[in-house]
């Protein structure tokens, strides 16, 4: 699990294939600190594991699946990621609970700046508002943001300058992709209220109650 806090920016150094798997190797320096290979560290976003790992960098693999859901078809060497290590039990949870599992890729629709904060807007399938409300938390690129508004196509956030500042979304322009993971809560959330709706719902008579023996 991860927070959606990015502690840096890494560059990706190399794609590569390896045993039939797609690898991304990043240059880093602050998330390689206690790390080890088998770790979970969050690339843009998605959970990723540590394949191989030297002091200046470390190698992870992508799944079909995760090619698949991110945007990590559109990577490129060079590109800077933001990057976050699994949170520790004993971390403050200074975002949201971030699993790391895209759910859909979305795209930066407009960009208003200010003296104070930048109002993002992110345009992306219908779908995807299921997971949303207004102040919930969203995770864009793996970066925790909070939902200020809706349209009919996209939703907004504000972001500080400082995330600017730390993260990649402060070199986004309009037109980029950006992967979207909803609030895990809504997810269960909505899980429960369809396993509700499937039930078959009883009605308590006296019929029933004689029919099985209770009267």
Known sequence: MFTGIIEEIGTIQQTSIKENLSCLTIQAKKVLEETKIGDSIAVNGVCLTVLEITPENFTA?????TLKVSNFQQIHKNDPV?????????????????????DHIGEIKSILRSDRSVLIAIQTHRHFFRYLVEKGSVAIDGVSLTVIDFEQDS??????????AKTTLGIRKRGDSVNLEGDILAKYALNWMHQISQEPQT?????????????
């Open 61 to 65: 693999v992508l799944m079909p699946e």
């Open 82 to 102: 933001n990057l976050e290590r699994a949170m520790k039990i004993s971390d403050r949870l200074g975002g949201h609970i971030v699993s790391g599992h895209i």
């Open 155 to 164: 939703f907004q956030v504000s972001v500080l300058p400082h995330t600017l």
């Open 203 to 215: 009605k308590l008579t006296v019929n029933f109650l004689e029919e099985h023996g209770y009267i």
